[in-house]
């Protein structure tokens, strides 16, 4: 069942079955990470303009901050002629079952025809860990790209999904059906806050973290009926410095964007702990901590 608007809500999270924690992160290696086109609006300006020698110390900064909470990194190479391909959050949604006790991921259908053929290195790299891989169903032609837009609520068989610039709506339709889960749809309609992950960085059970101009009503009253604990942050820090790309591993450090003072003040007072790392080169591609690794069970 999707839900796109909060009168339609006929369950609490006390329906939905508890959710182990996934503990290994993937991360993909920057060796050919670049600006080379325009498929979001922070990339504009930005073609040519990597320092690539920057990008891969602040990306083994991100691979250490996760050593150092006892999560070890799995790495994926990355490709030459996928200049996006280090944005390994976006290619598949990983999920496991707990009523079943199954762990897989669904393939994405990217948006951009550009980052299509990222896909299949990812579903190699899955299946080598021997991975259950699933495909969206046959003949449904919709767009998909994976966590960018479909997040799962801490510690619930529950899924948020962000809609109208990389995902179709109607894909959740499909996952819905395919995973056996919920989805509460939230749509987006800003074009800087292009992926739910923009906008939108769940931190616990309770908390979650939001730009709140990125989203409609519905969306903020849904967000809210789901989280006692709603920390905005400002939209400089949210349009420019991606405060909202923020990942939240254990439910204690926040991960996020160097300099987001106002957000890291509001996390503290929430009694959270802001980890700060540099990722300047990769928001030149749009693009912070959270969509730079994957979490699997
Ligand atoms: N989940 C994310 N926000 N990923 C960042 C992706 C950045 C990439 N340049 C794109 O536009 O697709």
Redesign the pocket.
């Known amino acids: 069942m999707v839900y796109t608007s909060p009168d339609a809500i006929d369950f609490t999270l006390d329906d939905c079955p508890p959710l182990s924690r996934p503990q290994r992160v993937v991360l993909t290696s920057p060796d050919h990470f670049d600006v080379q086109y325009v498929?979001?609006p922070h990339?504009s300006g930005n073609i040519g303009g990597v320092n690539r020698a920057a990008a891969l110390q602040q990306w083994k900064a991100l691979r250490a901050a996760y050593s150092a909470l006892d999560i070890e990194p799995l790495i994926v190479d990355g490709q030459s002629g996928l200049p996006?391909m280090v944005?390994c959050?976006?290619q598949t949604l990983p999920f496991h079952n707990p009523m079943s006790d199954t762990s897989g991921v669904v393939l994405s259908n990217m948006h951009?025809p550009e980052?299509q053929n990222e896909v299949p290195h990812y579903e190699q790299f899955f299946r080598s860990v021997d991975y259950e891989v699933l495909n969206l169903p046959d003949g449904l032609d919709t767009d998909f790209e994976g966590m960018?837009d479909a997040i799962w609520h801490p510690g619930r068989f529950l899924l948020w999904g962000g809609y109208g610039f990389r995902t179709d709506r109607d894909t959740y339709e499909a996952l819905s059906d395919l995973l056996g889960v919920r989805v509460l749809a939230l749509a987006l309609s800003d074009p800087e806050f292009y992926?739910l992950?923009?906008c939108f960085s769940v931190l616990d059970e309770n908390s979650v973290l939001i730009y709140p101009g990125a989203f409609d009503t519905d969306g903020i009253a849904m967000i809210e009926q789901f989280f006692d604990t709603v920390v905005d942050a400002p939209e400089g820090e949210a349009r420019h410095q991606f405060a909202c790309?923020a990942h939240c591993p254990d439910g204690d450090h926040v991960f996020i964007q160097e300099g987001c003072t106002v957000t890291m003040k509001r996390l503290r007072e929430a009694g959270f702990r802001p980890v700060e790392l540099d990722t300047s080169e990769f928001l030149k591609?749009?693009?912070s901590v959270?969509?730079m690794k994957q979490m699997i069970w």
Do not use: P, V
């Open positions: 498929i979001n990339m996006d944005f959050a976006n951009a980052r960018g992926h992950d923009t790309n591609s749009g693009g959270f969509c």
